[in-house]
């Protein structure tokens, strides 16, 4: 089974503060993603990333930084907290994108962040 | 700017009843996700859609997809309590990005409320 895990599933943390968050998933898989849910809203995507070391915008960056020096590994980065941030953030990974292929993107449990 | 629209957003039902939520989206995609959510976890993939007129079964959930109508279908046949959750459907932003971008644009949720 594939497995995405992050480092915290609560997380309570003052304004200012710079907040790391962290996604690990098993599979080698290429493509990782960072999305935010909230209320209402669904999910929106933050950042992704196709490789390591390498990031592309979502739709909502502003506020946000990412990290990806391993392969497995994807970092959401808070430089300065805010309460606009507090949120759940899940992080999820997927293989690289091959035509008439049903891949899926497998998510992580979650981290709930709170911003005071 | 790349929607997906479902709907409803709220659905409380009996079981044995059919239901379906549906799912719009604003432009063409080669990929159509759907998701369950219970609460305070993660998402669990349920289906993914590829090509028009695909139809995918698992249970007593249905999924179907008409790119030309931009509308996918959740039918739900005889449900049961345990089918209560949040629904979500997802767009790849693949093509509307003209491959440029990946990660999913999601519908704000259908919570489906399941009752003896």
């Known amino acids: 089974d594939v497995k995405v895990t992050q480092s915290s599933r609560y997380l309570v943390k003052r304004t200012g503060e710079k907040v790391f968050l962290e996604c690990v998933q098993d599979m080698d898989h290429e493509n990782m993603f960072w999305y935010r849910q909230d209320p209402g809203l669904g999910l929106r995507l933050i950042y992704f990333?196709?490789?390591?070391?390498?990031?592309e915008k979502g739709d909502i960056p502003e506020g946000y930084s990412v990290s990806r020096e391993k392969k497995e590994r994807f970092s959401l980065i808070l430089e300065s907290a805010s309460t606009n941030q507090t949120s759940m953030y899940l992080c999820a990974s997927t293989t690289i994108r091959l035509a008439g292929v049903a891949d899926t993107q497998y998510f992580g449990p979650g981290t709930r962040l709170t911003v005071l | 700017e790349l929607k997906v629209e479902q709907n409803p957003l709220f659905l409380s039902m009996q079981e044995e009843k059919n239901y379906t939520i549906y799912c719009n989206y604003s432009?063409?995609?080669?990929?159509l996700y759907w998701y369950r959510q219970d609460p305070g976890k993660s998402l669990e993939s349920l289906f993914v859609l590829l090509s028009n007129g695909a139809v995918k079964q698992e249970g007593r959930l249905m999924a179907s997809l008409d790119t030309k109508a931009r509308l996918s279908t959740l039918h739900i046949t005889a449900a049961v309590h345990d089918l209560s959750a949040t629904y979500f459907c997802a767009v790849d932003m693949w093509e509307y990005s003209g491959g440029g971008a990946d990660g999913l644009t999601f519908g704000k949720g259908t919570h489906l409320i399941i009752q003896p």
């Open positions: 432009t063409t995609s080669d990929r």
């Open positions: 990333s196709y490789d390591v070391k390498m990031k």
